[in-house]
């Protein structure tokens, strides 16, 4: 007997970074729990994306394992990187404080 399909919802929040437009998709187990997190440039390829999905990665290791997401967020924030972005009022240090404010934003939602 197959089992059925889990349901999952999704939010895709857009941060503008010095490397460009970051779209960052949290999927959310049925539980309500954060499940895993992806995180795209608009610009494809180049180290700003790998970066960005290597740090995905391990946010989903560590969820896997227990870890607190919003201390993932606390732990993300801030970092710097020597192109910042304007988003708004908003300055996006880099694409890791945009990673660490979407799973802020997750987190009220």
Same mark, same amino acid.
């Given at each position: 007997?197959?089992?059925?399909?889990? $349901?999952?919802?999704?939010?895709?929040?857009?941060?503008?970074?010095? /490397?460009?437009?970051?779209?960052?998709?949290?999927?959310?187990?049925?539980?309500?729990? %954060?499940?895993? !997190?992806?995180?795209? %440039? $608009?610009?494809?390829?180049? /180290?700003?994306?790998?970066?960005?999905?290597?740090? /995905?990665?391990? !946010?989903?290791?560590? %969820?896997?394992?227990? $870890?607190?997401?919003?201390?993932?967020?606390?732990?993300?924030?801030? !970092?710097? /990187?020597?192109?910042?972005?304007?988003?708004? $009022?908003? !300055?996006?240090?880099s694409c890791a404080d945009g990673i660490g404010r979407a799973?802020?934003?997750?987190?009220?939602?």
């Amino acid at each position: 007997m197959m089992e059925p399909f889990k $349901a999952y919802s999704s939010m895709t929040v857009r941060h503008k970074t010095g /490397c460009g437009s970051l779209f960052t998709t949290l999927v959310r187990d049925d539980d309500g729990s %954060l499940l895993t !997190i992806f995180s795209r %440039l $608009a610009k494809a390829g180049g /180290c700003p994306q790998a970066s960005t999905e290597v740090a /995905c990665r391990l !946010i989903t290791q560590a %969820l896997e394992n227990g $870890a607190s997401p919003k201390e993932l967020a606390r732990q993300l924030r801030g !970092i710097k /990187c020597n192109r910042p972005g304007y988003d708004g $009022a908003e !300055i996006i240090t880099s694409c890791a404080d945009g990673i660490g404010r979407a799973l802020d934003r997750f987190l009220e939602s």
